[in-house]
């Protein structure tokens, strides 16, 4: 017993508690009811009366020790869990978790390039509101009230209001601008429009569109025709050719569609271009005499340019996508592929 006893003491020195668990399980098995000390003070009963003196004295000093050693673990366990939970404070030095990058859509990659390269030549970036009023929209850029565009199969109106719907195009942009500023006006106005359109791989009714407008004394055909190639060239690269056909919009006289030289074939016919060379991607004329009279401006005195494309066509162009309807999507695995474009 002496023995046991004498082992139990050393096993009492070395003791030591890493957790509340650890010291739990010591403390049970040296003085709980069924513990080893009080297996001891069973045993004691039946010790040689010779020894029992000696024994007896170091059993209760082995109990004593027992209870003071276990109660100094656990003061020095407190004080280590609290000091831990100090350190909580976050460590200034450690690396940043890892944020992982998202990806600008494609249209605002594009329509940032084509304001960026405007931007360059003096033009400012105007804004209006998706729902407008007829004259806005139709009226003052000259569309006759039977012109097929106000019906209801290409516009969205709101409710029965027959005056007010979703913008067909941002040239409604331009009327504000021409009514509330004074020329010179250089201005270039991106942004959402909407048709009433069956959805398929090739149309939407919703699409983005960047209008421009320059008005000012003496503006001539060939001032937009030099634009619209520094554009061109700019967005397409600088070997780009354009090409004006004559066209018609209500709003523009003379009226023209632009082509430019296909950017794949460099114009020698390819699948893109459906072997002409050529691909369109923007209409555009001299503002029509009578809208700038609607929006206050002398005709006599001013005159201007105006142009319009659609920023999905020009984004299928640069990155190859076929079908339109990926734009509105929000596949991940679509837009991930523009992580590295700005
Ligand atoms: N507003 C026309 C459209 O939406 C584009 C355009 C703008 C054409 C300016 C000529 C001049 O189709």
């Known amino acids: 017993m002496i023995?046991?006893?004498?082992?139990?003491?050393?096993?009492?020195?070395?003791?030591?508690?890493?957790?509340?668990?650890?010291?739990?399980?010591?403390?049970?098995?040296?003085?709980?009811?069924?513990?080893?000390?009080?297996?001891?003070?069973?045993?004691?009963?039946?010790?040689?009366?010779?020894?029992?003196?000696?024994?007896?004295?170091?059993?209760?000093?082995?109990?004593?020790?027992?209870?003071?050693?276990?109660?100094?673990?656990?003061?020095?366990?407190?004080?280590?869990?609290?000091?831990?939970?100090?350190?909580?404070?976050?460590?200034?030095?450690?690396?940043?978790?890892?944020?992982?990058?998202?990806?600008?859509?494609?249209?605002s990659i594009v329509r940032n390039r084509i304001n960026g390269i405007f931007?360059?030549?003096?033009?400012?970036?105007?804004?209006?509101?998706?729902?407008?009023?007829?004259?806005?929209?139709?009226?003052?850029?000259?569309?006759?009230?039977?012109h097929p565009a106000r019906d209801m199969q290409d516009t969205f109106f709101i409710g029965k209001n027959p005056d007010l719907a979703l913008r067909t195009h941002t040239s409604s942009v331009q009327v504000r601008v021409m009514e509330s500023q004074k020329p010179p006006i250089r201005t270039i106005s991106p942004g959402r429009v909407f048709r009433n359109e069956a959805i398929s791989a090739r149309a939407h009714c919703i699409f983005h569109q960047v209008e421009g407008l320059y008005i000012d004394k003496g503006v001539s055909f060939a001032d937009m025709r030099q634009t619209l190639l520094y554009f061109a060239r700019e967005m397409f690269g600088e070997n780009t050719e354009i090409r004006l056909r004559p066209s018609f919009f209500p709003f523009t006289e003379p009226s023209a569609e632009m082509d430019v030289s296909c950017s794949i074939c460099g114009g020698k016919g390819c699948n893109l271009c459906k072997y002409t060379g050529w691909i369109e991607i923007m209409g555009c004329g001299m503002v029509d005499p009578s809208v700038l009279e609607n929006c206050g401006i002398d005709s006599k005195i001013y005159s201007g340019f105006a142009f319009g494309m659609g920023i999905e066509r020009i984004t299928m162009l640069t990155y190859q996508i076929k079908d339109l309807r990926m734009f509105f999507e929000n596949d991940l695995r679509f837009l991930q592929q523009f992580r590295a474009a700005t």
């Open 3 to 107: 023995e046991r006893m004498q082992q139990l003491l050393g096993e009492l020195e070395e003791f030591s508690a890493t957790t509340p668990e650890v010291l739990e399980a010591y403390r049970n098995k040296m003085l709980s009811k069924k513990g080893v000390i009080a297996e001891l003070f069973n045993e004691f009963k039946s010790v040689d009366p010779a020894l029992r003196r000696e024994t007896g004295k170091m059993l209760n000093e082995l109990k004593e020790k027992a209870i003071a050693k276990i109660a100094h673990a656990k003061d020095l366990l407190d004080q280590a869990l609290e000091a831990q939970k100090g350190s909580d404070v976050p460590d200034l030095s450690m690396p940043a978790d890892f944020a992982p990058l998202g990806a600008r859509h494609p249209i």
């Open 119 to 146: 931007e360059k030549i003096g033009f400012v970036i105007s804004d209006g509101p998706e729902m407008e009023d007829d004259w806005h929209n139709f009226s003052a850029l000259n569309f006759p009230l039977e």
